[in-house]
C-alpha cells in the first residue's frame, strides 16, 4: 500500500504557474504507475494526467494537454504536476494515486488515493 501526501496547491493569476507534489512512501515506487485527477463540478474525479511505472509513457486529458506536465523522480520517490497557462476551469480539488505497474486513465483503476489540494484559479 501506497501512502500519498500531496503539497504545492493554493491561488493563483489565470495564465500563471503551480508545481504540485505527491510524495510516496515505501520502496516500492517504481512499481507504480501514477496519475492525477481532479474533482470537477459535477463531483466526478476527472482524469488529468498518468504516468507509467518508469516515465516512458504519459497520458494527458485534451483539457491540459499542452499545458501540463507529469513528471516522476524515483530517487525522490515523488511525482510532480506542473502546471501551466492555468485558466479559471482548471479550479479544483487535485487527488493524486498509485495503481501496481500499468498505466491507466481511469479512476477507478486507482486504489491510492492523496488527501487531494485545492487548486483556484481567478481571472
Known amino acids: 500500500q501506497m501512502q500519498l501526501v500531496e503539497s504545492g496547491g493554493g491561488p493563483v493569476q489565470a495564465g500563471g504557474s503551480l508545481r504540485l507534489s505527491c510524495a510516496a512512501s515505501?520502496?516500492?515506487?517504481?512499481?507504480?504507475?501514477m496519475g492525477w485527477f481532479r474533482q470537477g463540478p459535477v463531483n466526478e474525479r476527472a482524469f488529468v494526467a498518468a504516468i507509467s511505472r518508469f516515465g516512458g509513457d504519459t497520458r494527458y486529458a485534451d483539457s491540459v494537454k499542452g499545458r501540463f506536465t507529469i513528471s516522476r523522480d524515483t530517487a525522490k520517490n515523488t511525482v510532480y504536476l506542473q502546471m501551466d497557462s492555468l485558466k479559471p476551469e482548471d479550479t479544483a480539488v487535485y487527488h493524486c494515486?498509485?495503481?501496481?505497474?500499468?498505466?491507466?486513465?481511469?479512476?477507478?483503476?486507482?486504489?491510492?488515493w492523496g488527501q487531494g489540494t485545492q487548486v483556484t484559479v481567478s481571472s
Open positions: 494515486a498509485a495503481r501496481p505497474y500499468l498505466i491507466s486513465t481511469r479512476s477507478g483503476d486507482y486504489a491510492n
Open positions: 515505501g520502496r516500492t515506487f517504481s512499481s507504480y504507475a
